[in-house]
């Protein structure tokens, strides 16, 4: 709808005042009508520069199967302190190409046990959402599904842990700090 109105503005507004400004230029060739009509047509292609750059900020990342291969870890950044540090050295996860996914409890670097299963997608939109079917029994964690926090560069999975609350995985390799 948004297109809409920029094309009633720019047919009715824009268009009709640039050819009266070239119309004044004809019959009186001063160079305030040419710089005025080229001061309206880079302040149109500025608005329409900045307005694709802002679509592409809001846009979402459209995921299918293949992003979700890879390493996970905990997510510092969204929220720190102790119990992010704790789980950080506690739980990750990897999701190989084979849709085989395997989640490890750990100690830091040592891997004290790991929670086999599976992966599938469903797409019930444009972008394709993450199923697990694991082994049982299972850690808590993987009890759900998780919920896909998506950015124009990429996502967050969400698993809603009865213990810890929300825990947030992204990509990323596990190092020791």
Do not use: C
């Not at 119309?23 to 302040?43: C, V």
């Not at 608005?47 to 694709?52: A, D, K, P, R, T």
């Not at 802002?54 to 293949?66: C, P």
């Not at 950080?88 to 490890?104: A, G, L, P, Q, T």
Request: net charge positive.
């Amino acid at each position: 709808m948004g297109y809409f109105f920029f094309d009633l503005f720019f047919l009715f507004i824009v268009v009709p005042v640039i050819i009266i400004l070239f119309i004044l230029w004809l019959i009186n060739p001063k160079k305030i009508f040419i710089k005025t009509i080229f001061g309206i047509l880079i302040g149109l292609f500025s608005l329409i520069v900045l307005s694709g750059i802002f679509n592409f900020l809001r846009s979402k990342k459209v995921l299918s199967k293949d992003d979700y291969y890879g390493n996970y870890v905990i997510d510092k950044e969204i929220i720190s302190g102790k119990q992010a540090d704790w789980q950080y050295d506690h739980f990750r996860f990897e999701i190989k190409d084979n849709d085989s996914v395997y989640f490890y409890e750990t100690d830091k670097n040592k891997i004290l046990q790991t929670y086999r299963g599976s992966i599938s997608t469903v797409k019930p939109y444009n972008s394709e959402r993450l199923v697990l079917h694991m082994t049982q029994p299972t850690h808590h964690i993987l009890s759900t599904n998780p919920t896909i926090y998506r950015s124009a560069w990429g996502f967050t999975l969400v698993f809603e842990s009865p213990k810890f609350g929300n825990m947030f995985f992204v990509k990323g390799n596990w190092k020791e700090e």
